[in-house]
């Protein structure tokens, strides 16, 4: 099994900055890709960013020159600094992970979500 602890959330000022952290942990054959998606109140799970095995980078259009995904040098951690932060970034966000257990299991993995709240 496979847990995924997230870490960093919190309430902010307009403009201001949150780094979130995500560790992976147990039973990880390969990891594909790493990522963060979010979730507001009244509205559908979306991508924020994400980072595959090769080194590609996507980001939502909205946070594109603000937020920057990276991977820790283990390589089961996953960062998502947030910089200019604004109101409509509040949510719940969520790490992600795409893997296989063992060499024909592709799963998908969920955190259980971290807050993140930006005042005006």
């Known amino acids: 099994q496979v847990q995924l602890v997230e870490s960093g959330g919190g309430l902010v000022q307009a403009g201001g900055s949150l780094e979130l952290s995500c560790q992976a942990s147990g039973s990880i054959f390969t990891i594909v890709a790493m990522g963060w998606y979010r979730q507001a109140p009244g509205k559908e799970r979306e991508l924020v960013a994400t980072t595959n095995s090769g080194g590609g980078l996507n980001y939502a259009d909205s946070v594109k020159g603000r937020f920057t995904i990276s991977r820790g040098d283990a390589k089961n951690t996953v960062y998502l600094q947030m910089n200019s932060l604004k109101p409509e970034d509040t949510a719940v966000y969520y790490c992600?992970?795409?893997?296989?257990?063992?060499?024909?299991?592709?799963?998908?993995?969920w955190g259980q979500g971290t807050q993140v709240t930006v005042s005006s």
């Open positions: 992600n992970l795409v893997g296989y257990s063992d060499y024909f299991t592709r799963s998908d993995y």
